[in-house]
C-alpha cells in the first residue's frame, strides 16, 4: 500500500525556519518525482515545488523561490521541504504529493505550519 | 505560467442530479488535465486524469471531457460522499498549477 506521512509542521515565529518531511512507503520511491503543495485556510490548492525522481532537477513556485529548498534521500525514502524566512502567508497545509506522468495520483495527509508572533 | 480558472466556484445541487464543472486553461494543454476532488480536512484525491480517463476505484459516474483550453467534469446521478470541493489541474508544463475549485453543496 502506497503510503505518504508528512511530519515537521508546527507554530514558527515570523522570519523563521521549519524543515518538512514526508516518508514514503509501499512503492519504489526512487522511480517518482515528488511535489509539495499547500492550501492556506479556507483556500485552494498551491504549487510549492517539485523534484525529479534523482533529485537533480527542482523547481519554486515564485512565492518560495529563494526561501524555500526542496531535496529527497531516495536511501531514506524521504522528501523534504527546507523553508526559511516565514511568512504569514506561507500559513497552510503543506502535502506532499506523487506524481506519475504528471498526476498527482499519492497524497500524504498534510501537516499544518502555522506562522505567527 | 498557465493559468487555469474554473466555473462555478460553487454550486449546488439535489441527491441524485446532474452536475457539469468547467476549467479552461490560459492556453493549450492538449488534454494533460486532470481532477481531484477534496473533502474538509482531507487530502485531494485522483478522480480523472489525462482529461478523461478515470482514476482507478473512481465511480463511473464520474466522467470528464475536453481538450485544448475548455475542459468539463461530469457528475451524474449525484451521491451524498460526492459534495465536496473540485479541483482542476494542469500536467502540461511545471508548475502544474491547480484551478481556484468549485465547491459541490446539497441543495
Known amino acids: 500500500e502506497v503510503q505518504l506521512v508528512e511530519s515537521g509542521g508546527g507554530l514558527v515565529q515570523p522570519g523563521g525556519s521549519l524543515r518538512l518531511s514526508c516518508a514514503a512507503s509501499?512503492?519504489?520511491?526512487?522511480?517518482?518525482?515528488m511535489h509539495w503543495v499547500r492550501q492556506a485556510p479556507g483556500k485552494g490548492l498551491e504549487y510549492v515545488s517539485a523534484?525529479?525522481?534523482?533529485?537533480?532537477?527542482?523547481d519554486y513556485a515564485n512565492s518560495v523561490k529563494g526561501r524555500f529548498t526542496i531535496s529527497r534521500d531516495n536511501s531514506k525514502n524521504t522528501l523534504y521541504l527546507q523553508m526559511g524566512s516565514l511568512r504569514a502567508e506561507d500559513m497552510a497545509v503543506y502535502y506532499c504529493?506523487?506524481?506519475?506522468?504528471?498526476?498527482?495520483?499519492?497524497w500524504g495527509q498534510g501537516t499544518l505550519v502555522t506562522v505567527s508572533s | 505560467d498557465i493559468q487555469m480558472t474554473q466555473s462555478p466556484s460553487s454550486l449546488s445541487a439535489s441527491i441524485g442530479g446532474r452536475v457539469t464543472i468547467t476549467c479552461r486553461a490560459s492556453?493549450?494543454?492538449?488534454?494533460?488535465l486532470n481532477w481531484y476532488q477534496q473533502k474538509p480536512g482531507k487530502a485531494p484525491k485522483l478522480l480523472i486524469y489525462?482529461?478523461?480517463s478515470l482514476q482507478s476505484g473512481v465511480p463511473s459516474r464520474f466522467s470528464g471531457s475536453g481538450s485544448g483550453t475548455d475542459f468539463t467534469l461530469t457528475i451524474s446521478s449525484l451521491q451524498p460522499e460526492d459534495f465536496a470541493t473540485y479541483y482542476c489541474?494542469?500536467?502540461?508544463?511545471?508548475?502544474?498549477?491547480f484551478g481556484q475549485g468549485t465547491k459541490l453543496e446539497i441543495k
Open positions: 489541474q494542469q500536467s502540461f508544463s511545471t508548475p502544474y498549477s
Open positions: 523534484i525529479s525522481s534523482n533529485g537533480y532537477n527542482t
Open positions: 489525462d482529461a478523461a
Open positions: 509501499g512503492f519504489a520511491f526512487s522511480n517518482y518525482a
Open positions: 504529493a506523487r506524481v506519475a506522468r504528471g498526476k498527482f495520483d499519492y
Open positions: 492556453q493549450s494543454i492538449n488534454r494533460y
